[in-house]
């Protein structure tokens, strides 16, 4: 691995890796608040994302880009998305609180394992499309992952309300799936020539794009309507297809043309 120019090392920016390991120790304050009492949860954790974002946000100034340009930043982007996403979703039910916190506390412990140094963008990424592309699927990844929460919570007790809660979040994350996937086309067509290539991230990308459609028309296909268990089990199995697209295909293919250095 070549040297980190001085620049963008770690103890050039001290504030903005405080920053980084502050919002870590937040979003782990704010599980155990949660898992004590879960109304008293969303503000340590919007504490948490507030700091995470003034973090990210710096750490974009220092390389006047998205700071999403390697492993670390991946992972940090992905953990913002989700205390963002979970602090707009509260519900004060544990069952469905504490799974999405173990994943937002799994995918900030990654972040924080690696060298916390800035890196420039590489060239493929300088293009409008990769701020647009990039952000909108962590969102996305996030709000599957309180849908699939949700359907944990429906297991528990049965309660139609987390059914529609499941509905609504596999729409909003459908939805800005399709619009991350159609920024992603135009930014292949920038950094490769080409809409879509036979890459284990564009491919994953649909069958998630045609997993949460499925899950959709299920409501509205009549020979199902007396199945509820099926939406919530959707949901669950659209989880682990989350973490095959997101940590498979981005960190053990090595041959992705989406992994990240």
């Known amino acids: 691995m070549p040297p980190v120019p001085p620049a963008l090392q770690a103890s050039s920016h001290p504030v903005l890796s405080a920053l980084l390991w502050i919002a870590g120790g937040l979003y782990l304050l704010a599980f155990l608040v949660t898992a004590w009492r879960p109304a008293a949860g969303r503000w340590v954790l919007g504490a948490g994302a507030a700091v995470h974002l003034a973090g990210t946000v710096g750490r974009g100034l220092a390389i006047d880009f998205l700071p999403l340009t390697n492993k670390l930043e991946s992972f940090s982007g992905a953990a913002l998305a989700t205390a963002l996403v979970l602090a707009v979703v509260w519900v004060p039910v544990r069952l469905y609180l504490l799974p999405v916190q173990v994943l937002l506390l799994a995918a900030m412990g990654a972040a924080l394992r690696y060298p916390l140094h800035l890196s420039w963008p590489p060239p493929l990424m300088r293009t409008i499309w990769y701020p647009l592309h990039v952000p909108l699927s962590f969102v996305c990844y996030a709000i599957w992952a309180a849908a699939a929460a949700a359907a944990l919570a429906w297991w528990r007790d049965r309660d139609p309300a987390w059914i529609g809660r499941i509905d609504r979040l ?22 490769w020539g080409a809409y879509f290539m036979w890459d284990p991230k564009i491919i994953w990308s649909a069958i998630l794009w045609f ?41 053990l293919f090595g041959r992705s043309s989406h992994a990240f250095s």
């Open 170 to 191: 596999a729409l909003w994350g459908f939805a800005l799936w399709s619009v991350s996937m159609i920024t992603g086309g135009m930014w292949g067509v920038v950094a």
């Open 211 to 251: 997993h949460y459609a499925t899950l959709l028309h299920v409501r509205l296909t009549p020979s199902v309507q007396g199945k509820v268990w099926l939406r919530p089990a959707l949901a669950g199995l659209g989880l682990l297809l989350v973490l095959v697209a997101y940590v498979g295909t981005s960190f």
